[in-house]
């Protein structure tokens, strides 16, 4: 800028002496071109040039300045070749003192070299301190990455720093200190340590409600056994009634402490355990709940029955016992459904037979085969006509213009719709269109068209359709399920069976004559 106002300055300075010489050469403009007129347009313009390039000329630096800039970067390459010189005398101690004053100002290449013999220095007086001999295991208990630790010797204190600083900058390190290498590891690897003690303090934590729901079962279980016992000594005549009575009410009254202490004993885990969990140890609890309820209900119609001696209270106490034993079948599934989120081996591994693993798999897969096949055959004959069949009526029955609140079909655009309930008589025909299914993937409606003659649409419910399941359709539907389903099934048994060298014939009898399929009371056998 003032190169610009210096050429400008000289150039007006230069038309104003040839105006006042010749004005007509430099004042090219206006009727007055007079030497006051070139005066007044180059002289005010020179004035105003000139104090624009003084305002603008830059100060030249400060000479103490310049000295001190040239000087400062020679100061710190004169603090490291000092503090190398110091290492190479074997120095290493205060060598180091040296390279930590200067690390912030290195480049990385010797910033690393710095940090090396630096870490390595100070892990060696730790070392001394420690009378810490080469071979030695080296325990890196005091360095805390979490925090200062104010145990930490100022060594201690010196070697965290040195090891977080060429983690956080990415250093390359050349380690010949043991300790030194240790540590550097230790808080590199620091974060999957952090990770692996809050998933260790997971676990403990439903480990900790996991104890809680066993003890709480524990005494009631106790007693539900000695009643076995003692009704098994009733009836060989080596106990009495009264003893069996006794023995049934503390196991009724077990059974009411459970309910009454599960809320108050377990409620506590809902601020320990992420929601997720939380979730599942919730049902546990609302089923642990439901079981012991059950079987209170079940050692009261005991006691009525020691009472009174009415078959059907016998009757009632069996069948709440057997409920039970379903409810603690679903708190087994829950706690294996926790355990599986905090990362614990499955309940079942750690009680059930293998026989009894493999049979539980295979009944849960074979569960999802059929729902399978439900969806893609459907349940019966009549949830299962294919767009394009036509369907002779044998009721009557209504063609609706949409179907109910649980189903829609989105995006139909089509012919129209009915706009009111529309009955059809036996012997009419209408066609099948498509088939509406449910959140479960399952047929619910059709929609059905060609039943007049304006060309109109409308919908079926399914159930009115059971008149068309005869006994040689439902077979028919059966074999073609059944057909679809045979690979898949023998896939299933060797993936369960097989492969593990089972007999699937002997688990299959096994499970039939111990009842897998209904209750876990063979869990334990």
Same mark, same amino acid.
């Given at each position: 800028?003032?190169? *610009? @106002? !210096?050429? &400008? $300055?000289?150039?007006?300075?230069? =038309?104003?002496?040839?105006?006042?010489?010749?004005?007509?050469? %430099? +004042?090219?403009?206006?009727?007055?071109?007079?030497?006051?007129?070139?005066?007044?347009?180059?002289? *005010? @313009? !020179?004035? &105003? $040039?000139?104090?624009?390039?003084? =305002?603008?000329?830059?100060?030249?630096?400060?000479?103490?300045? %310049? +000295?001190?800039?040239?000087?400062?970067?020679?100061?710190?390459?004169?603090?490291?070749?000092?503090?190398? @010189?110091?290492?190479?005398?074997?120095?290493?101690?205060? =060598?180091?003192?040296?390279?930590?004053?200067?690390?912030?100002?290195?480049?990385?290449?010797?910033?690393?070299?710095?940090?090396?013999?630096?870490?390595?220095?100070?892990?060696?007086?730790?070392?001394?301190?420690?009378?810490?001999?080469?071979?030695?295991?080296?325990?890196?208990?005091?360095?805390?990455?979490?925090?200062?630790?104010?145990?930490?010797?100022?060594?201690?204190?010196?070697?965290?720093?040195?090891?977080?600083?060429?983690?956080?900058?990415?250093?390359?390190?050349?380690?010949?200190?043991?300790?030194?290498?240790?540590?550097?590891?230790?808080?590199?690897?620091?974060?999957?340590?952090?990770?692996?003690?809050?998933?260790?303090?997971?676990?403990?934590?439903?480990?900790?409600?996991?104890?809680?729901?066993?003890?709480?079962?524990?005494?009631?279980?106790?007693?539900?056994?000695?009643?076995?016992?003692?009704?098994?000594?009733?009836?060989?005549?080596?106990?009495?009634?009264?003893?069996?009575?006794?023995?049934?009410?503390?196991?009724?009254?077990?059974?009411?402490?459970?309910?009454?202490?599960?809320?108050?004993?377990?409620?506590?885990?809902?601020?320990?355990?992420?929601?997720?969990?939380?979730?599942?140890?919730?049902?546990?609890?609302?089923?642990?709940?439901?079981?012991?309820?059950?079987?209170?209900?079940?050692?009261?119609?005991?006691?009525?029955?020691?009472?009174?001696?009415?078959?059907?209270?016998?009757?009632?106490?069996?069948?709440?016992?057997?409920?039970?034993?379903?409810?603690?079948?679903?708190?087994?599934?829950?706690?294996?459904?926790?355990?599986?989120?905090?990362?614990?081996?499955?309940?079942?591994?750690?009680?059930?037979?293998?026989?009894?693993?493999?049979?539980?798999?295979?009944?849960?897969?074979?569960?999802?085969?059929?729902?399978?096949?439900?969806?893609?055959?459907?349940?019966?004959?009549?949830?299962?006509?294919?767009?394009?069949?036509?369907?002779?009526?044998?009721?009557?029955?209504?063609?609706?213009?949409?179907?109910?609140?649980?189903?829609?079909?989105?995006?139909?655009?089509?012919?129209?719709?009915?706009?009111?309930?529309?009955?059809?008589?036996?012997?009419?025909?209408?066609?099948?269109?498509?088939?509406?299914?449910?959140?479960?993937?399952?047929?619910?409606?059709?929609?059905?068209?060609?039943?007049?003659?304006?060309?109109?649409?409308?919908?079926?419910?399914?159930?009115?359709?059971?008149?068309?399941?005869?006994?040689?359709?439902?077979?028919?539907?059966?074999?073609?399920?059944?057909?679809?389903?045979?690979?898949?099934?023998?896939?299933?048994?060797?993936?369960?069976?097989?492969?593990?060298?089972?007999?699937?014939?002997?688990?299959?009898?096994?499970?039939?004559?111990?009842?897998?399929?209904?209750?876990?009371?063979?869990?334990?056998?």
């Amino acid at each position: 800028m003032s190169v *610009l @106002s !210096a050429f &400008l $300055f000289f150039f007006c300075l230069l =038309a104003l002496l040839i105006g006042l010489i010749k004005p007509s050469w %430099v +004042v090219r403009w206006g009727e007055h071109r007079t030497r006051r007129a070139a005066l007044l347009y180059y002289g *005010l @313009s !020179a004035v &105003l $040039f000139l104090i624009i390039g003084v =305002a603008t000329v830059e100060t030249p630096p400060d000479k103490k300045d %310049v +000295v001190a800039h040239k000087e400062a970067p020679v100061e710190k390459k004169d603090a490291n070749i000092q503090a190398d @010189s110091l290492w190479e005398a074997g120095k290493h101690q205060e =060598a180091a003192l040296e390279y930590e004053k200067i690390l912030d100002d290195l480049d990385p290449p010797a910033k690393g070299k710095a940090v090396s013999r630096a870490l390595d220095a100070v892990c060696r007086a730790i070392d001394k301190q420690r009378n810490q001999k080469p071979g030695d295991p080296i325990v890196i208990e005091r360095l805390n990455f979490f925090g200062d630790d104010p145990k930490q010797t100022p060594e201690e204190q010196r070697a965290e720093k040195l090891a977080k600083l060429a983690i956080k900058d990415g250093l390359t390190l050349t380690l010949n200190n043991k300790r030194a290498q240790k540590t550097y590891d230790w808080y590199l690897n620091a974060p999957e340590r952090a990770k692996a003690a809050a998933a260790q303090e997971l676990i403990n934590t439903y480990l900790d409600f996991e104890e809680r729901v066993m003890s709480l079962a524990r005494e009631a279980d106790s007693n539900g056994e000695k009643v076995r016992l003692v009704a098994g000594a009733m009836e060989n005549g080596q106990a009495s009634v009264v003893q069996l009575y006794q023995i049934v009410k503390q196991a009724k009254n077990s059974c009411i402490n459970v309910v009454t202490d599960t809320y108050s004993k377990i409620e506590p885990f809902e601020d320990k355990l992420p929601d997720k969990i939380w979730e599942a140890c919730s049902e546990v609890k609302d089923e642990i709940v439901q079981t012991y309820g059950l079987k209170r209900s079940g050692y009261a119609y005991l006691l009525d029955w020691l009472d009174e001696q009415k078959p059907s209270q016998l009757n009632e106490y069996k069948e709440y016992m057997r409920l039970a034993d379903t409810e603690l079948t679903k708190t087994l599934f829950l706690l294996d459904k926790a355990r599986e989120q905090v990362g614990l081996p499955s309940v079942i591994s750690l009680f059930a037979s293998k026989e009894f693993q493999a049979w539980r798999k295979f009944d849960k897969a074979k569960t999802a085969l059929n729902r399978a096949a439900e969806k893609k055959f459907g349940l019966h004959p009549h949830l299962a006509l294919e767009p394009g069949q036509t369907l002779k009526l044998e009721k009557e029955l209504l063609i609706l213009p949409s179907p109910g609140q649980r189903v829609r079909e989105a995006n139909f655009k089509g012919a129209n719709l009915v706009e009111s309930a529309v009955k059809l008589k036996p012997g009419d025909t209408v066609n099948i269109k498509k088939q509406i299914k449910n959140s479960k993937g399952l047929t619910e409606y059709y929609r059905v068209g060609n039943f007049d003659q304006t060309g109109r649409q409308g919908y079926i419910w399914g159930v009115v359709l059971t008149w068309y399941d005869t006994m040689e359709r439902i077979q028919n539907h059966s074999q073609k399920m059944s057909e679809w389903k045979k690979p898949e099934l023998e896939k299933l048994k060797n993936k369960y069976f097989k492969t593990d060298g089972l007999d699937y014939d002997q688990v299959f009898k096994t499970a039939l004559n111990e009842h897998w399929d209904r209750s876990w009371v063979s869990l334990g056998q």
